[in-house]
């Protein structure tokens, strides 16, 4: 009786929040995404996909959030349940000098209609970023704080309405953290007349706030470098050196390669990484995904994606395929629906993922 | 002969449409006073993309966009970002989730103008034919934009 009036509360709640989310995003929607200013002095205050701008103080506001129902088989039957995943904030500072602060708060399944996900502690405020930039120029600035490993694409730019799927790819879960605290310097320097966007980072160990879920860097370095090849492609590559808490203390070296090519809607990435442990060639992990995005109609988007990672020592590969459709209603605004198929899959279940996301 | 000619003259700019120039462009403007040494047409990408935020005395650049819907804010995409204004909405929805906004967007080609001539660090782009006294042409494109004087 008790689950049946909490699942019923949670339901209610998160009919409540799309109701509310509906409101907010509704008169914005209506509006010109790249609204001009009608005055040479004045800035818009707000913009869908593009936050809150309070006046000329420098502060920002904005953040994105989603909804997401799921029914995966290897979840047992009855286990269909919708959530809301993400409500995340960001927050930050920046005018005319050179500093700049950037903070992101992520409340992880802050309703969840599913008790047990809320008896499990999923419920979690995640710091996903907190930092300070200091810009010297453009080849070079410098942070400090919390922020996204930057290995790969994905890590980087994963939010939900930024990626074309519900489900993230293997490949960048648990392979290594999401989250460094340390140190940073980054900047766009030209390589053979090529502008290139690079990073060097180092950690201190600590993170901020860390989420028990999630591996923790005990001490790590790393760079990554990515070039815009063509007007079409980005060819990106990272290394990192790493430990992680709690772990067997092992030493991880993780080599990373990544593309993306657009052209005409269609869209094909993939991105890959080997990690070499130093217990020894049976604790490496290999594996990568390959995605495909094509145009359908007007914005209605196909997305297939294949993906393979290794298990370590006497354990089968995890494959899997994913299938789906992506209406992109706006810039901001997207529904997805997508089928998981996959094979001795330790990680992830088979089944149905879908979610309306929306970066406000 | 001489009056002949005059006469041709004054019948070419009496006709409807003569005040469309010939010579197609864009040009990239800023306040006078505020010129960088030189301005390269892939700083002129990167400028718009938000990848170079400072001009080499240090000042930070202010890049004024026109509306998605303006022809000339399509040439200008096109033939300097290489994508169109639609092709970048991923492009500056990844940026945002980074903390980067894009430039921002004056709702004509005068109010760009204005703008720009009280602002140094300001750049922006008009039709070649709107340029006046309050600003310096600091790059020309070639862009087959038809120049319409308002």
């Given at each position: 009786m008790a689950a049946y009036v909490t699942i019923k509360v949670c339901t209610k709640n998160i009919l409540l929040v799309c109701v509310a989310l509906l409101l907010t995003a509704g008169p914005a929607i209506a509006a010109d995404d790249n609204q001009p200013d009608s005055r040479p002095d004045s800035r818009p205050d707000y913009q869908l996909g593009a936050g809150y701008r309070f006046g000329d103080s420098g502060f920002t506001v904005g953040g994105y959030s989603s909804l997401q129902y799921q029914d995966l088989q290897n979840s047992g039957p009855g286990n269909a349940h919708t959530s809301l995943s993400h409500l995340s904030m960001f927050v930050w500072w920046q005018n005319e000098s050179r500093l700049k602060f950037f903070s992101e708060v992520d409340n992880q399944n802050p309703l969840s209609a599913d008790e047990q996900a809320q008896d499990n502690g999923q419920n979690f405020l995640s710091i996903e970023r907190l930092y300070f930039d200091y810009t010297i120029n453009d080849a070079v600035t410098f942070r400090a704080g919390k922020f996204?490993?930057?290995?790969?694409r994905w890590n980087q730019l994963h939010a939900d309405p930024l990626v074309w799927t519900t489900s993230r790819p293997l490949i960048t879960v648990n392979v290594f953290p999401e989250h460094i605290t340390g140190g940073m310097a980054l900047g766009n320097i030209s390589i053979a007349g090529v502008p290139a966007d690079y990073m060097l980072y180092s950690s201190i160990g600590t993170d901020i706030r860390p989420d028990s879920a999630e591996g923790q860097f005990n001490e790590a370095y790393g760079a990554r470098l990515n070039l815009p090849v063509s007007d079409s492609l980005q060819v990106g590559v990272s290394y990192a050196s790493y430990e992680i808490t709690g772990a067997t203390g092992a030493n991880e070296q993780l080599l990373g390669a990544d593309f993306v090519w657009t052209s005409n809607g269609i869209e094909l990435s993939a991105e890959g990484a080997w990690r070499f442990s130093s217990l020894g060639s049976q604790y490496d992990i290999k594996g990568g995904f390959f995605q495909a995005v094509a145009p359908v109609c007007d914005r209605l988007f196909a997305v297939g994606r294949i993906e393979s990672v290794s298990n370590g020592p006497g354990q089968s590969d995890t494959r899997l395929g994913v299938l789906g459709i992506n209406y992109r209603y706006s810039r901001a605004v997207s529904l997805k629906a997508e089928l998981i198929h996959g094979i001795n899959q330790p990680i992830n279940d088979s089944g149905l993922l879908s979610s309306v996301s929306v970066l406000f | 002969m001489r009056l002949l000619s005059q006469l041709i003259l004054l019948v070419w700019l009496l006709t409807p449409g003569a005040g469309v120039h010939a010579e197609p462009g864009i040009a990239i403007i800023m306040a006078p006073g505020a010129v960088p040494a030189k301005l390269t047409h892939d700083e002129l990408s990167l400028i718009f993309k938000a990848k170079k935020q400072f001009w080499d005395d240090g000042r930070r650049i202010q890049a004024l966009n026109l509306p998605v819907t303006h022809p000339l804010r399509r040439a200008f995409s096109s033939q300097v970002l290489k994508h169109s204004p639609e092709e970048l909405e991923d492009y500056w929805s990844g940026m945002y989730f980074q903390g980067v906004l894009p430039p921002h967007v004056f709702d004509s080609e005068e109010a760009v103008i204005r703008f720009v001539s009280i602002t140094p660090g300001a750049i922006g782009y008009v039709s070649h034919c709107a340029v006046d006294h309050r600003i310096i042409v600091v790059m020309q494109l070639d862009s087959g934009y038809p120049c319409q004087k308002p």
């Open positions: 996204l490993t930057p290995i790969g | -």
